[in-house]
């Protein structure tokens, strides 16, 4: 096994022990507005309009941006379901890329655009 694969190994253990160990917002009755950083699956419930949503980018072979929950622990990594499809984001733009098998990926970040019928469209 090579060292980037034991260190994608690594950072996607400690991922998952972050993700576990995180204490859930709890406020009841509120729904976030278009100012706030949203998670894929409240940008997924919001429908449409201007959103900033907050995920992990993944361009998969085929060539389409992802904008994911999360990664799955495979090599390389598959994109976490739900998922928006994002349009006009260069593979440049995505900090700390890795990319592997035709695979482009990067650390979470968080995206502004416009959002219709499950597409992102980023400027």
Not at 28 to 39: E, F, H, I, K
Not at 68 to 77: M, W
Not at 103 to 108: A, I, R
């Amino acid at each position: 096994m090579d060292a980037a694969r034991i260190r994608f190994m690594i950072a996607i253990g400690a991922l998952a022990l972050l993700v576990g160990c995180a204490t859930p917002d709890t406020t009841a009755g509120d729904s976030p507005s278009r100012d706030d950083v949203l998670t894929v699956q409240e940008a997924i419930s919001a429908g449409s309009g201007e959103v900033r949503v907050r995920g992990y980018v993944l361009i998969a072979a085929d060539r389409v941006a992802r904008l994911c929950s999360g990664l799955a622990g495979s090599y390389p990594p598959q994109c976490g379901a739900p998922a928006l499809v994002v349009r006009g984001l260069a593979a440049e733009a995505i900090p700390n890329r890795e990319s592997a098998q035709g695979v482009v990926w990067g650390g979470e970040m968080t995206l502004r655009g416009t959002l219709a019928e499950g597409v992102l469209e980023v400027a």
